[in-house]
């Protein structure tokens, strides 16, 4: 119903900026929230942030607060997670995630389902 999938990882030094893609389709014209992810290697998958399917409302996870931006771009259905001051504690697999909303849902940035989910990309931080 809704296909999500991930791009733009890839290898950066500590304190680069890195911007990740989440490209949604199928059934996206009731609108969806989006949430980022980020799994690192023997860790439990880990919320980073979550965007409305306005745009007006973002939430993020402490750890990452201040340095990592959710945009969306509802008419090419593109989510974007900016990275900046990266660190190798970001080192992960990076995921988008999206719940289908129905009209009422446009501003609501709350918890989600999460019922969507792409393929993950590799971002990975040195130093």
């Known amino acids: 119903q809704v296909q999500l999938v991930e791009s733009g990882g890839g290898l950066v030094q500590a304190g680069g900026s890195l911007r990740v893609s989440c490209a949604a389709s199928?059934?996206?014209?009731?609108?969806?929230?989006l949430g980022w992810f980020r799994q690192a290697p023997g860790k439990e998958r880990e919320f980073v942030g979550r965007?409305?399917?306005?745009?007006?409302?973002?939430v993020y996870a402490e750890t990452v607060k201040g340095r990592f931006t959710i945009s969306r771009d509802n008419a090419k259905n593109t989510v974007y997670l900016q990275m900046n001051s990266l660190k190798p504690e970001d080192t992960a697999v990076y995921y988008c995630?999206?719940?289908?909303?129905?009209?009422?849902?446009?501003?609501?940035?709350?918890?989600?389902?999460?019922?969507?989910w792409g393929q993950g990309t590799q971002v990975t931080v040195s130093s």
């Open positions: 199928g059934r996206t014209s009731s609108g969806y929230i």
């Open positions: 995630a999206g719940d289908v909303v129905g009209p009422s849902g446009y501003h609501y940035c709350g918890p989600s389902r999460y019922d969507y």
């Open positions: 965007i409305s399917w306005s745009g007006a409302c973002t």
